[in-house]
């Protein structure tokens, strides 16, 4: 029995299927306890499902099945119920699909302690972890999910209930087997191969002996998942497909008289069980998103959740399909953008499909954005596959020999990188969970490949001058300061550490003596980031180029200076201006030297920034002939190593952990009331846990900037009340 399938059952149960989870969970019970009697009847039965049957005495151990979300009203209604209709109950044992765990522990205590009674909880890990202990639990397992899952997962059900970004019921089925095709391994078959079989996979995927499909049908059903005027390379690519899937022990069986096939017995039954885990996988991301709402503030109610749940993972779905299209379009042409909150949040106005809840966008955005950049361990997996199904989706929507197109992607390359990446790379230092440090991840998956990182003098200048901002701002009054809090010293309070450890932190990247020369050794030693200029490459571009790229520049940080900092050098700007030329330009130029297709150069820009995402744009208009834009996004590196020529280069670990997106916007303005909160609070909690003050103030920081300020979080108060609450429940778990 998979796990996977029948934890699908379990949460699949609504409140219509009570009497199924009874027979269910009553087979397990009676394993352990044979005197188990069922007592459910239309005429009442005086609070209790069931009990264990004791001679000459009246029953003291009752059994109560439910399915209801709400278990601590269910258990306490039970309790009241038993009371009013029996002297000596002594235990309750509480069976229920729902996952509670540990959070019943408060409530049993305190109903010992009150009642007297003993509450044992069988949740839903309670029947899982049990579900091969004995003959009985095993075949009442198989029962529930042939009669809850199985018929989920026929074509017509599982085809409502995936790819939501979707409207036509095979491209649903399709993007199923697409994402199912996506393991942690990679392997060197060729994408067009795997994507092919994975089509004729979905076009059999309800058939069997008893329903065959001949050749001809499953060559229209894969035609009509892919762009027209490809058939006779379609229909090759399927017969190839069903040779190799009909061999000997094959997934497929062939029915040679009547060239007809289905799906072989044990591929039917891998089927379900991968289709389970990949729902189990829909279900357990639809509860971070929702997780994640209520988090920032969307207010849902119990009743709302599950269609919620839904809706919020369409919209994800259609951001995933949007950006598998942006990737496959930026392979075919070179030119690419980079995903942030601000565009998720259009997406979602633009959104045509109207929704049942009365959310403000930039809620969902900032849910969906959390989600993607911070999936839990169950969700993470499952996310990737989803979104790799999807770009494989869209490649295939651009022509049917994936192969061809990916393999003209780079798969060595030497990548400069610029001061809004290495920011956030310092930033993730500040992140406990090593798993959490995406970007850092990302850097290293690309290093270990055969990437070569570099950095020039410039942007190395760029970033000690940010970091010496940071020092002067944590040695000033906040009021008294003259400008926006700088980006390091945001995501550092937003940390939750404290303004007088910042010194000490900042010394892990540079001294007093040679701060330049620190950084510099920094990059090299802990993220194989080498020193390289482009200062030659740059003069060497003809003059016009020079001056239309010196130009954008120039524009775009004029724009960018505040207007507040009235102190502002305009050398400064010049100085920003020349570093960010010698990027653009000298990798242009290294890019002229020789030809190749759009995203096969060698050499590129990895950068956050929004105006060097618009150059090709800006220099078509000062320009004839504009060069292709040598810039590349994280994310887009991250799609790269996961599809591209490079991935089995890249270890699985970190093909695991590569990031589908990261989120950095959270420290681009910190209002600098946020900045005084965080220290008011530290004062207030002084010899407190400094690991939950660190938590408490981090989570605080991050909801109250979700809603603009202060005042929309419920102020200084609220936010000492959130934190006193995390040391109160430290303490509770202490002392137990």
Known sequence: MNRQRLSLALKTLEAGDWLTFEQFAADFLAVDYPSLRTMAATKGDKGRDGQL???????????QYSVTRDWKSKINQTLKRLAENFDNVRRLIYATNQEIGPSADDLVNSIMREKGVIVDVRDANWFIERRETHPQRASASEDLCRKIVDPLLRKDNISSQVGLALSDQEARLGLLHL??????????RGLTRESFESLTLSALHDTSPENLLTRGEIHERVRSFLPAGHEQQVGAQVDGSLLRLSGKK??????????????????????????????????????????????????LNSAQRATVGSELRASLELLLLKRGEEFAEAVRTGEMGHADKEGVEQLLRDESEKKSYNIHPKIVADAL????DKPTDEVKPHLRRLADGYTLFSFLRQTPDVQKVVVSIFSEGDFWVDTSVILPLIAETLLEDSSQRNYTTLFKAASDAGIKLFVTDGIIE??????????QFSRTEVQKWNGSVPFLYAAYALSGRARSGFTEWLENFRGSSRPVEDVRLYLEEEISIYRKNLVEEADSASIELRAAVQEVWNEAHERRRNPKEADWDPAITRRLVSHDVETSVGIIQLRSRSASSPMGHRYWLVTLDKVAFRLKRELSSRLHDAPASPVLSPDFLSQFLRLGPLRTAVEKEQRINLPLMVDVSKYDYLPKSLVELADSLREKLGGKSERLIRRGIRDSLDKMRSEEGVEAAGGWQAAEERIMALLQEEGSLQNR
């Open 250 to 299: 094959g997934r497929v069986k062939h029915h040679k008289g009547s060239d007809k096939f289905c799906l072989a017995h044990e591929e039917r039954k891998r089927l379900i069980e991968r289709t389970a885990e990949f729902m189990q996988g829909e279900r357990s991301l639809e509860e971070q998103l929702v997780a994640a709402v209520d988090f920032y503030g969307g207010g």
């Open 369 to 372: 954005v959390h989600v993607l």
């Open 179 to 188: 994402s199912l095709q996506s393991r942690d391994e990679a392997t060197e």
């Open 53 to 63: 049957f004791t001679p000459e005495e009246d029953p003291t151990d009752m059994v």
């Open 462 to 471: 760029e970033v000690e001058r940010h970091l010496n901002r940071c020092l």
